[in-house]
């Protein structure tokens, strides 16, 4: 991962921290607000894989995941099922530089206006701090609607997870 944002002269920092294994426990150890550090998804639309990127403060929305990459057919790909599309990341802490797994990637509209953001390196304790602007160059994102506001910030429940 590293190695991919050196060779294309991609400007970040690297931290370390504790063993985190959600975005929003990235934020909390970093100390980041959770709109500034991004969860990667694993979506498999149309027989194709993509990788999506939203803030760890957001939800998933198949819908809107399905209005963006124009598929008719979009679903979650299990963790477990991806273990052999990136070899180099332990489960749960998928870099979005879709680049280099030869997958595109897209970015929800949010963190798209962020000036920097935060994402896992691969490991749950290895975290990649970038401008979004030096992101956006070698990753190549499509910036796509693809989350939402949790349910519970809103005043209502509902039974989708978060992940």
């Given amino acids: 991962m ?9 400007a970040y920092t690297l931290t ?6 959600t975005a929003r426990e990235v934020a909390t150890a970093e100390p980041l ?11 498999l639309g149309d027989g194709a894989y993509c990788m999506i990127m939203i803030p760890a403060s957001r939800l998933v929305d198949l819908h809107e ?5 124009t598929s008719s057919r979009s679903g979650w790909l299990r963790k477990t099922s991806w273990r052999g599309l990136f070899p180099d990341c332990e489960l749960g802490a998928l870099p979005p530089l879709g680049p280099l ?10 963190p798209a206006v962020q ?5 896992n390196a691969g490991t749950h304790y290895d975290v990649i701090h970038v401008q979004t602007a030096e992101f956006r160059r070698p990753a190549l994102p499509q910036i796509v609607p693809l989350a939402r506001e949790p349910a519970a910030s809103q005043g ?7 992940i």
Avoid: H
Avoid at 101 to 110: E, H
């Fill in 115 to 119: 000036n920097t953001v935060a994402f």
């Fill in 65 to 69: 995941v399905r209005t963006g990459l």
């Fill in 2 to 10: 590293r190695g991919f944002l050196d060779s294309r002269q991609a």
């Fill in 101 to 110: 797994y030869y997958n595109p990637v897209y970015l929800d509209g949010m």
């Fill in 156 to 162: 209502w429940c509902s039974g989708e997870r978060e």
């Fill in 33 to 43: 607000p959770a709109r500034e550090v991004a969860k990667t998804v694993v979506i």
């Fill in 16 to 21: 370390t921290l504790p063993r985190a294994y």
